[in-house]
């Protein structure tokens, strides 16, 4: 046993009087504390009396008319109090998870990522979490950020490209666009080069995936080799944009490595590095606001992500 630990005292403060303060605490009132934890509201009060005893501070202030009053001291016993009790719940959970889980772990993915990571990293925890409950949101960038500040996903895959500051990144892998051309394009040929520079096709029409920030992204690549791209059609799927591109409508750009060498229609479609210096790598992310506590079952899932998207042929 770490020698620390043999130093210190037993904790006098008790989980009861943490849950009761809470409680009384966000609900403002000891009549409606006592109501939701099915205990009497005298019940409540004492132990408010008992933790503010052992503080050595007052954490409320009781009124008829306003219910209950948090002090200075209150507010921050209040947000401690609140971590304490989820770290015992995910310590808890952590040994229940192979069991039923009552909540959904809802996950967000932004649409063109979510073909590539969602299946794979859902099957590996899967066959270690069988009856984990998972819920996945697919959406936009801009809706996945709101989502995730608003608290109603738990964490999101999204690229690194304007991201709110508020929002924590955890990069999973560097990811390079590549150029997607119908298998009878010249540059498809055995004899054509390994990889390709924009400006060899500027002048060919295009299929862009036209969902924020990826097409914003495309452009300015576009825009930094001083090239205007021709425009056939813009696709919020990328499976529609690779059926243009497999029917020769136009080239594609994708940062999604799928192994999936034929469109939706089973037409061929080639994938080539792209050679220009503007077509850098960005990285693909775990996505959760800052501060946040991510459950038990959320660090799994990270964890499980980790392990199975970093793989050499995962992405």
């Known amino acids: ?23 009384a605490a966000e609900s403002g009132k000891l009549a409606e504390a006592g109501r939701l934890l099915r205990v009497a509201p005298s019940a409540i009060s004492a132990s408010i009396d008992e933790l503010e005893a052992t503080l050595g501070v007052q954490l409320c202030v009781r009124r008829k008319a306003k219910g209950l009053v948090l002090t200075p001291s209150g507010e921050a016993a209040l947000a401690l109090a609140r971590n304490l009790l989820t770290d015992l719940l995910d310590f808890e959970n952590a040994f229940r998870e192979d069991d039923s889980t009552t909540s959904p772990l809802v996950v967000g993915c932004y649409m063109s990522l979510a073909p ?5 990293t859902q099957a590996r925890f899967a066959s270690v979490l069988p009856h984990a409950s998972l819920e996945f949101i697919e959406d936009a960038h801009d809706e996945l950020q709101e989502r995730l500040l608003e608290g109603t996903i738990d964490m999101a895959f999204m690229y690194d490209l304007d991201l709110d500051h508020r929002l ?3 990069p999973l892998v560097s990811v390079t666009p590549r150029l997607l051309m119908p298998v009878d394009h ?20 295009f299929v862009l995936f036209s969902a924020s920030p990826l097409f914003e992204h495309y452009l300015r690549i576009f825009a930094d080799e001083g090239i205007e791209p021709r425009i056939a059609h813009t696709c919020r799927n990328v499976g529609t944009m690779r059926a243009f591109v497999g029917r020769g409508t136009g080239l594609g750009l994708s940062y999604e490595q799928y192994d999936l060498r034929v ?39 990270m964890e499980t992500a980790w392990n199975v998207i970093r793989e050499p042929s995962a992405v």
């Open 186 to 205: 010249p540059l498809a040929g055995p004899d054509a080069p390994d990889s390709v520079p924009l400006a060899m096709v500027a002048d060919e029409p």
């Open 116 to 120: 590539v990571v969602l299946p794979m």
């Open 263 to 301: 469109s939706v229609e089973n037409l061929e479609i080639v994938s080539k590095p792209i050679s220009s210096g503007s077509a850098q790598p960005i990285d693909l992310c775990m996505v959760l606001p800052k501060g946040a506590k991510p459950s038990a079952l959320t660090k799994r899932w």
């Open 168 to 170: 924590k990144r955890v």
């Open 1 to 23: 046993m770490d020698q620390r630990l043999l130093k210190r005292r037993l904790p006098r403060v008790t989980t009861r009087q943490l849950w009761h303060f809470v409680t």
